[in-house]
């Protein structure tokens, strides 16, 4: 059983930057991939940024240029860079595992940005 444990979410000016950390643990095999999503209050939980197993990344139109996803496999933990952060940014963003048909959640760290 795969736990995802995120961290690094609080609330920052519009402008500003965090950065979250997905740590995980219990991992017996490597991922496909790894990737952010965030979820808004009455939306739809979309996708933020995908690394995959190769090291490529890849990013949702709304993030790219703002935002950069990484990772240290020798922490098994994966990264989110955000910065020019902006008030629509706001949400929770959840930390994803996945291999093939297994798909792994975090709980999820509150982002609020404020205009």
């Known amino acids: 059983q795969v736990q995802l444990v995120e961290s690094g979410g609080g609330l920052v000016q519009a402008g500003g930057s965090l950065r979250l950390s997905c740590a995980a643990s219990?991992?017996?095999?490597?991922?496909?991939?790894m990737a952010w999503y965030r979820q808004a209050p009455g939306k739809q939980r979309e996708l933020v940024a995908r690394?995959?197993?190769?090291?490529?990344?890849n990013y949702a139109d709304f993030v790219k240029g703002r935002f950069t996803i990484s990772r240290d496999n020798a922490k098994n933990t994966v990264y989110l860079q955000m910065n020019s952060l902006k008030p629509e940014d706001t949400a929770v963003y959840y930390c994803?595992?996945?291999?093939?048909?297994?798909?792994?959640w975090g709980q999820g760290t509150q982002v609020t940005v404020s205009s």
């Open positions: 994803n595992w996945n291999r093939y048909a297994y798909n792994y």
């Open positions: 690394i995959i197993s190769g090291g490529a990344t």
């Open positions: 219990g991992i017996i095999f490597n991922p496909n991939s």
